[in-house]
């Protein structure tokens, strides 16, 4: 069943279909006597590519692994199809886990395993499919992120940007309903790193998956931001599109993504254009 | 300082609970526990049987070039070579040893696991990490008495052999030496220390691996600590068992 029908017989199935939404309201995070987080409340829909753009120690880490649950909240909730997280059942919580998929700053494949081994690792733990339906699936999935001659090769032995296309297809391979990716093109070359981009932008719209990325990256903000959220200090200052990023009033955004003397000449020809 | 020891204490009890929460899938289980076999079991015989042998024959030698003494018979130089090796040799020292061969893979591999975002990947996706990682080396760690029976043979053997072709005594003589005076519950406290020191040696590195913080150099660090940690509990747990099994 490819991932369309998945989606099909879900929606069929279900009496309440899926808006799969990701709902933050007011959260608060503190480590010992610093606050991290000091009340965020946004929403990131589904089929977007929801960016979280901001300095260096603005929070953005320790906000998303809040929305993964890594971190616990001091105050606030987090939704996940209109259910909060902090309420559900460890089955629940463990169930929306294997909805999930993460792509790792470091890419974190494990080292012992191929590729293949990788990316057919959730399917493995979690569902109780033969061998063959997994290689299959693997096989569709390797073939979607352009994967080629790397199936039994181990991480070590391949480049940075493929070890990025082999975590996006470990994350991709369970059918995920969110996808969450910590700074995905950081340490690849500008022309690999709009090539992930752009695969995770269409993979997001291609299966209608609510993903939320943390990127330092403003090529990416420029290409893939549907939704840009900007965090200053632990709070949400901005929010917007790629395209209203462009005519923002606000001076910590302009500050932050236009710090380069380029990227201020590309937006005053932009202004001067529209 | 003590507050410090007694926090990781008990996080460290913790860590056992949660090590038998949430059991992975029987089937990868399988396969995780046939490869710790491999890495940590199998993967030590070499070293464990090259050991054995070598320090078997030194402590024949030793022994009879001290024991000068015409009235002293022989035949308690393979009396003391077989206490030495049984009792001490192959359980504990083998387990020193191997906390630092064993002790510092496991840190180091459960280490860089962390570091490289792996046990957080496991995490996200809804695998209990600890039972992954930790539970494999416990269940392939109790195989670790038959290393320790395989030194205690060796060590014996190689004592024999130190013994007999160094001209000290003879086959008989030394053979008379194992029999004399022969406990069999020397072999069980042997092999009940030796269990002990299986869980402690599957634990404590996997512990200062999983909770370790930092790059590579802390990984480096962490085993290390780690090392240290598990021969001082292995030393203590050494006397404690003695106390209570032989005393």
């Known amino acids: 069943m490819d991932i369309g029908g998945y989606y099909f017989y879900e929606l069929y199935f279900n009496a309440t279909p899926f808006k799969l939404m990701i709902e933050v309201q007011n959260i608060e995070k503190s480590f010992g006597e610093q606050k991290v987080l000091k009340g965020i409340s946004t929403t990131f829909d589904a089929g977007k590519t929801n ?29 996940f199809n ?15 886990r294997t909805k999930i998929g993460m792509v790792f700053q470091g890419s974190a494949l494990f080292d012992s395993m191929t590729v293949e081994e990788n990316i057919g690792f959730p399917l493995t733990m979690f569902t109780k499919k033969t061998k063959e339906e997994i290689a299959e699936r693997v096989n569709f999935v390797i073939d979607r992120v352009n994967l080629i001659n790397a199936n039994t090769k181990k991480p070590s032995e391949i480049s940075g940007g493929m070890q990025k296309r082999v975590a996006i297809a ?3 391979v369970n059918k995920p309903k969110y996808l969450f990716c910590d700074e995905p093109n950081s340490g690849l070359d500008p022309k690999t790193a709009i090539v992930i981009d752009n695969l995770i932008k269409e993979i997001t719209e291609e299966y209608n998956i609510t993903t939320v990325i943390n990127t330092h990256d403003m090529n990416s903000v420029m290409e893939i931001g549907s939704k840009i959220v900007f965090l200053k200090n632990g709070l949400l200052e901005w929010e917007g599109s790629n395209k209203e990023i462009f005519k923002t009033d606000n001076e910590a955004v302009t ?20 | 300082m003590l507050l410090r020891y007694l926090t990781q204490i008990g ?3 913790l860590m056992i609970k949660d090590v038998f929460k949430r059991p992975t899938k029987a089937k990868v289980m399988y396969q995780l526990i046939l490869k710790e076999i491999d890495d940590l079991v199998i993967g030590s015989l070499g070293i464990v049987a090259f050991i054995s042998f070598f320090v078997g024959g030194v402590v024949t030698i030793q022994t009879a070039l001290n024991l000068t ?5 022989k035949y308690l130089i393979g009396f003391a070579t077989r206490q030495s090796v049984v009792l001490e040799f192959a359980p504990t020292f083998i387990s020193i040893i191997m906390a630092g061969k064993m002790g510092s893979f496991i840190t180091s591999s459960i280490g860089t696991m ?24 416990m269940i392939a760690l109790s195989l670790y008495p038959f290393v320790i029976g395989m030194s205690m043979f060796l060590g014996v053997f190689g004592g024999w052999l130190a013994g007999v072709y160094g001209g000290f005594m003879s086959s008989t003589e030394f053979i008379e030496g194992l029999q004399t005076d022969f406990i069999p519950f020397h072999i069980a406290y042997a092999f009940i220390k030796t269990s002990v020191f299986a869980f402690i040696l599957a634990t404590i590195p996997s512990f200062h691996g999983f909770y370790m913080k930092g790059g590579a150099l802390e990984v480096g660090k962490a085993s290390t600590v780690s090392f240290v940690w598990t021969s001082v509990v292995i030393i203590s747990m050494n006397y404690i068992l003695t106390q209570l099994l032989l005393s």
């Open chain 1, 51 to 79: 960016l979280i753009i901001g300095q260096s120690g603005s929070g953005k880490t320790v906000f998303l692994k809040s929305l993964l649950g890594i971190h616990n909240i001091d105050n606030g909730a987090i939704l």
């Open chain 1, 82 to 96: 209109n259910k909060e997280y902090a309420t559900l059942s460890a089955t629940e919580k463990l169930n929306l």
């Open chain 1, 170 to 172: 470990r994350a991709i």
């Open chain 1, 255 to 274: 500050d932050f993504v236009y710090s380069s003397e380029l990227f201020k000449r590309v937006r005053k020809m932009y202004l001067e254009d529209n």
């Open chain 2, 11 to 13: 996080r460290y009890f």
């Open chain 2, 69 to 73: 003494n015409p009235l002293i018979p």
């Open chain 2, 114 to 137: 962390r570091v490289t975002e792996q046990i957080d990947a496991l995490e996200v996706m809804g695998v209990n990490a600890l039972n992954y990682l930790v539970f494999p080396k």
